[in-house]
């Protein structure tokens, strides 16, 4: 006779055949001595990539989760777990917010009759915490911040964390486009070296700033334009100092502004 997991796998299919769930069964074997990072991410590459990817990774992580007693390889899933929230897109968060998720698979795995150690305990609640305060604004991403604000009506005492000093929840781009759209962009890569801003000058109705021979009046959205010529590091000495005739204007009018309401 088959067990009921067996019999369930036998109907489904192992959620570790697949490419995402072999690199999570081997990123969460308790013979690990330390996270495995390459590995991880590479699980955060095929989430990005692949269409099927957020579903078999959510598979994967509640297997190795649910019914486990070996709680270092939970731990370890839910090192996984959180790394995929923080480098994966709407796609993946929108399957482990759910409140049949959290309620199921992290909460289930802290229950009393369980005795799990206080460092997997304050960890789950850790994360639930964490996501329903990035999520909280998102209504397709509801579903833990209802079973957090739940929890918290019950009277179960969340760990102090210090939400602001954590890591965000950060979405990078992917080389394949979601059709959702995710949480959180990425902060763009700062240039190595300063560059001027380009200025498009087709949403503007001003004409561009040039120099030119005679006095030029400019107008207050052509001022900050003109700085950015000023500072441009491709710009010659007799170009800035053409440019800076064209500030002195709106400058000395600031500067007499200034100085009569100081007299005033």
């Given at each position: ?9 036998f109907l ?15 990123a ?87 005795n ?12 639930i ?64 070296q ?28 052509q ?41 005033s």
């Amino acid at each position: 006779m088959f067990s009921l997991g067996e019999t369930v796998e036998f109907l489904i299919g192992n959620p570790f055949s697949t490419p995402v769930g072999q690199r999570i069964e081997r990123a969460t074997s308790g013979s690990l001595q330390v996270e495995d990072w390459g590995l991880n991410m590479e699980i955060c590459d095929i989430i990005n990539e692949t269409d099927e990817g957020p579903k078999d990774a959510v598979k994967a992580i509640k297997k190795r989760i649910v019914g486990n007693k070996n709680f270092r390889e939970i731990m370890l899933a839910l090192t996984v777990l959180e790394t995929c929230v923080k480098n994966c897109g709407h796609r993946f968060h929108v399957l482990v917010a759910t409140q049949d998720f959290v309620e199921g698979v992290l909460v289930r795995s802290i229950l009393p009759k369980y005795n799990p150690p206080t460092v997997l305990h304050d960890r789950v609640l850790s994360l639930i915490q964490s996501w329903a305060d990035a999520f909280r604004t998102n209504p397709s991403l509801s579903g833990v911040v209802y079973v957090y604000d739940d929890l918290r009506r019950r009277g179960l005492e969340f760990p102090m964390t210090d939400l602001d000093a954590l890591s965000p929840i950060h979405t990078p781009n992917r080389s394949i486009p979601e059709n959702d759209t995710c949480e959180v962009n990425p902060a763009p890569t700062p240039p190595s070296q300063p560059q001027a801003p380009a200025i498009d000058h087709s949403q503007n109705s001003s004409p561009p700033v040039q120099p030119s021979d005679g006095p030029v009046s400019l107008s207050p959205e052509q001022v900050l334009p003109a700085v950015w010529v000023y500072f441009s590091p491709i710009n010659t000495a007799e170009q800035q100092s053409q440019t800076l005739k064209l500030l002195e204007q709106p400058l000395n009018k600031c500067k007499h502004r200034l100085d009569h309401k100081m007299l005033s």
